[in-house]
């Protein structure tokens, strides 16, 4: 039997003193058709190329609003968690609603993790079902359009990732059949010279094969494409130096997370040592997190990853911080259509979107769990005028790739 979490104590959540509800904060006013009511959050996990969890929000009005958290173990259970506290609340009030589930899941750990990944999947599903509610789309909530397209890179994979002419076979491929002008390729591939897979040290042979496959991808499409490359954390400050300036007559889009990223000493020494663009965020939380990196201009280009940071606003917030430094935003994102459209929906409205990440080109069935067609045509993205998202679920679809076990939502 599922856990009702409504019934397990958590004093923290009982009595914070800072209470967001609308009961407590007196948000009370007749709004007319506007007074609706979150009655339930269901979430259904599909078995993507990684675990899509999504996530939606009911409400009396027979409006429904979808979303979707980034994956990790125990996202569905802290959905479940924050439900008691967004139940009865207008899920027109998304900032409030927002502070008010962090708030409740202090104690739990709000400042980072799987728990603002749940809050990021409800804040996204509010996102769609206010603009249902209210009839526009999702980014004419944040403020309006900047663009009709967003561009779209994808992450590309080989069968053998250390091999420079493999990858640059592929690249080739990508953007002559695929149409994309913005790929992405792993650089944290083994090179045959490693000693040790712990210390985080480059020696010179293990540069030079990373270096081998930034020139060899970026000489075959560099003329038509932008290439970058992901490092996962991977490096100390000093080999990550070493790279980045190896790297620098080649011409790259950004290197991106060469040294683990707390510590942002290192992470700013790194980022102001080369020409080579660096990018960093996806795996640092909310705006609060994200604040240091900004403000110390320790990155070149922010990658915050929009149902994992905290949400549509959260990642609006952080964009409007970046641009106050004239950072731009490429939104890193691994997750299903809903994921993709709610990060694409961002970067309509925000001046400094750079581009949003597509990461199942070889799944092969990612866009039939929408209803939609066509969602990326050449490397990018057209907004759709619906309200919300503009994506309808297409529920056979969900059921038929759905983790084993699931239980599809209810319709609304
Ligand atoms: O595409 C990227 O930038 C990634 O880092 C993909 C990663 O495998 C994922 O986000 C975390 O494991």
């Known amino acids: 039997m599922p856990i009702d979490y409504s019934q397990l104590s958590d004093p923290n959540a009982e009595y914070t003193m800072r209470d967001l509800s609308s009961e407590t904060m007196g948000v009370t006013a007749d709004r007319g058709p506007r007074d609706v009511e979150i009655t339930d959050v269901q979430t259904t996990m599909v078995d993507g190329n990684y675990p899509w969890t999504l996530v939606r929000v009911y409400t009396d009005a027979g409006v429904v609003g979808t979303g979707e958290a980034y994956w990790g173990a125990g996202v569905p259970e802290l959905v479940e968690r924050l439900k008691p506290f967004i139940v009865g609340e207008n899920p027109l009030d998304i900032d409030r609603l927002y502070e008010h589930m962090v708030q409740k899941m202090s104690g739990e750990g709000s400042i980072a993790g ?151 000493d290192v992470q700013r020494e790194v980022t102001q040592s080369t020409t080579t663009p660096i990018a960093v965020g996806e795996n640092v939380y909310r705006k609060h997190g994200q604040r ?35 950072i731009p935003v490429a939104m890193h994102n691994v997750g299903s259509p809903i994921a993709t459209m709610a990060s694409a929906q961002v970067g309509a409205a925000i001046p400094n979107a750079l581009a949003v990440e597509y ?40 059921e038929e790739y759905k983790v084993e076990g699931e239980t599809v939502f209810d319709e609304a």
């Open 359 to 398: 990461h199942s080109y070889e799944l092969g069935w990612w866009e039939d769990l929408v209803e939609e067609d066509g969602l990326i045509e050449d490397g990018s993205m057209a907004i759709p005028e619906k309200p919300g998202l503009g994506l309808t679920l297409d529920l056979d679809a969900v």
């Open 114 to 264: 799987v728990t603002i990944h749940a809050v990021s999947g409800i804040e996204i599903a509010l996102h769609d079902l206010a603009g249902k509610l209210l009839d526009v789309p999702a980014y004419q909530l944040l403020g309006g359009k900047y663009r009709d397209d967003v561009r779209v890179y994808c992450d590309l994979h080989t069968e053998d990732e250390a091999d420079p002419q493999a990858c640059a076979d592929e690249a080739e491929r990508v953007v002559a059949d695929l149409g994309y002008d913005a790929i992405k390729f792993d650089l944290d591939v083994p090179s045959g010279h490693e000693k040790d897979s712990a210390n985080r040290h480059l020696s010179q042979p293990e540069i030079e094969h990373k270096a081998e496959i930034v020139r060899a991808t970026t000489e075959r499409v560099g003329e038509t494409a932008e290439v970058a490359f992901d490092c996962h954390w991977s490096f100390t400050g000093g080999s990550a130096k070493r790279l980045a300036e190896e790297i620098e007559p080649l011409d790259v889009w950004w290197l991106e997370d060469p040294v683990p990223p707390e510590n942002h």
């Open 292 to 326: 240091r990196l900004l403000e110390e201009q320790a990155v070149d280009i922010i990658a915050p990853d929009v149902p994992r940071v905290g949400g549509m606003r959260e990642t609006k917030k952080i964009a409007d911080l970046a641009d106050t430094y004239y």
